[in-house]
Each structure stands twice: as C-alpha cells, then as structure tokens.
C-alpha cells in the first residue's frame, strides 16, 4: 500500500515518517506539504514517493493511497472530505474533526464510499494499555476512578494551537487523550462531563489550561486536569477497590520508552516493566490490515463517539 501524507511538521518527521518506514506493508511514501517544510532525505530512497508542493494536486494525483492529513484542526475537515471524495482510506491526526456535525458528515461520506476513516489517537495502541487492561480485567470489579494529567510548557506564540481560527486551544488539543482514556480503560462513554476552564493569559486567544469530571455509568469517574502551559506532566493513575496502578508518559511514549507500571495492591508495591514499542507504527500497521480485510467501520464508530464526548465537553466549559 502507499501513504500520502498531508503536512509535514513536526510530527510527521519525528514519528511518523519512522514509524512508515518499519512498516512493510508500506511501498511509498508520498508527502504533500510547503516545499521549504520537506527534508530531500525526509524518506528512505527505498520508500520515497512523490513530493507535492499542492494537497489537492496530491490528492488527485496518487491512486488507491491511504491519505494521513497532518495540519492544523481547523483543516482537517475539508481535506478529509476531499480524500474521502476521491476514493481515498484516510487517518486524520486528533483531534480529527473539532465540530461534532462535521464528523456525522464525514463519518456518513466514508460509510457511503466504503472508506476508512481513522482518528490518530494512537496512545492506547502501546503494551502499556494491554498490561494495565489485562491487570483490570483480572480482577472482580472495574476501576473506581482515573485521574489523568497531560500537561507541558508553553509553545512558540505562533503555534496554532494558541490561534482560535486554526482550532486552537486546551480542549481540542488533549480533551481527546481523557475522552479515549474512559472508553479504553473503563470500557465504555460518559454519562454526563463538567469542563471547567483554567484562568489564563489575556494575551492568548484560547484556553490553555481545563478541568474535567466525567462520571459512568458504571459508577466510576475520571478526573482530568490537561494545560499547553504549564511544567510537564504526563501521568495515569488508575483507582480499584484493592489497588492502584500508576504509569508516566502514558499519552505520549517515544519510540524507545520501556514503561514500568507502579501497581499498590494489599499494601504492597511492585513494578511492572513493559517493553517498548512504537505506538503510530501499532495504529498505522492495523488500520492497514483494517482496510485490507475490509474491516475497519470501527474507526467510524469510535470517531463519531469520540466527538460526541469532545461536543458535550465544549458546551460544558462554555457553561451552556
């Protein structure tokens, strides 16, 4: 199979083109984006596709790729909608759409064309979420709460995600890692959520800082606190009747991070070492053998849920 790529920041050069290179099923590797933004060595020559300076050229030009679009939030919907309309498979990094009537759109236009779309939330595709989601499943009752933090210093000014018109913003750009933290660690979707934004700086445009209580209907909660502008902090800890598991980096593992997970249980600590692994080469590997199986409606689902929860947190925080 090959991949157009659309955008090539930061992101892209450090995870995923690396993670595209160690996958087999990947043959070419083709990348649209501003030509001064494209290394001439950004792909191996075994794997280096086309460059584009144009995304609809991109688009138009490569035949049956899967299109993983890479730009700023506020882009993500019009250019999956011109993947999906020209037969593409498409991954859009997270939060894929940030208006929940643009993701039932987008959802709906990949259904009628028999299209993946796929949100990039990769986290929960590492061994770590297997060993705390075997250890869970283990015992007589579901967790009794999460508290989540993903917090990190503040960016350059001109990053997008301090603009409003690019989609900017504390909510679009980590609610996501709370939302899909519920559904994968505590099986399911909230039942009701309270968005609380943090005070923040008159001369940003958007929130920097939020909030989050999320109950289940299961009887169990998650507390999230999640800032672009504050010291790092990437941190899980998961609550049980008779036992607690901590783990850091959750969110985000680089690709040689052999995690240790802190488990508590009758008094007593011990670590859990988990092997490392490379989370976007895990989430791209499967969604192509999703779409080559034919099998990959799942993704529509969780990204039309996802963005059900992230709509409920933003009339939330607005305090609607």
């Known amino acids: 199979m090959e991949i157009l790529i659309i955008g090539c920041g930061s992101l892209v050069k450090r995870r995923i083109i690396p993670a595209l290179e160690n996958l087999e099923a990947i043959e070419k590797i083709h990348i649209a984006g501003i030509s001064a933004s494209i290394p001439e060595n950004a792909v191996s020559k075994n794997k280096q596709g086309r460059l584009f300076n144009d995304y609809q050229t991109a688009i138009n030009s490569c035949e049956e790729a899967l299109v993983y679009i890479s730009l700023p939030n506020s882009m993500h919907s019009y250019w999956a909608r011109a993947a999906l309309k020209s037969g593409h498979h498409v991954i859009v990094d997270k939060p894929a759409l940030t208006e929940f009537d643009d993701a039932q759109i987008i959802v709906e236009l990949a259904a009628s064309k028999n299209l993946c779309v796929a949100e990039a939330n990769v986290w929960y595709h590492h061994p770590i979420v297997r060993t705390l989601k075997f250890f869970i499943g283990q ?65 940003r445009e958007v929130e920097t800082s939020f909030s989050l209580l999320a109950n289940y209907d299961n009887g169990a909660v998650m507390l999230a606190f999640m800032s672009i502008e504050a010291e790092y902090r990437n941190c899980v800890e998961i609550i049980g009747c008779d036992y607690t598991l901590e783990v850091d980096r959750l969110f985000t593992p680089p690709d040689n991070y052999e995690a240790d997970i802190i488990m508590r249980q009758n008094n007593v600590t011990k670590k859990i070492q988990v092997s490392e692994s490379n989370s976007f080469r895990e989430f791209i590997g499967e969604v192509v053998k999703s779409v080559e199986s034919g099998n990959f409606s799942y993704y529509s689902e969780v990204l039309l849920e996802d963005a059900r929860v992230m709509n409920s947190i933003k009339i939330s925080a607005k305090g609607e």
């Open 139 to 203: 015992q007589k009752a579901p967790p009794l709460a999460i508290y989540s933090t993903f917090t990190s210093p503040a960016m350059n000014s001109r990053n997008f995600r301090y603009r409003t018109d690019m989609g900017g913003g504390a909510i679009l750009d980590r609610a996501s890692y709370a939302i899909s933290c519920g559904r994968v660690l505590l099986g399911g979707m909230p039942v009701n959520v309270h968005c609380q934004k943090s005070p923040y700086l008159e001369t």
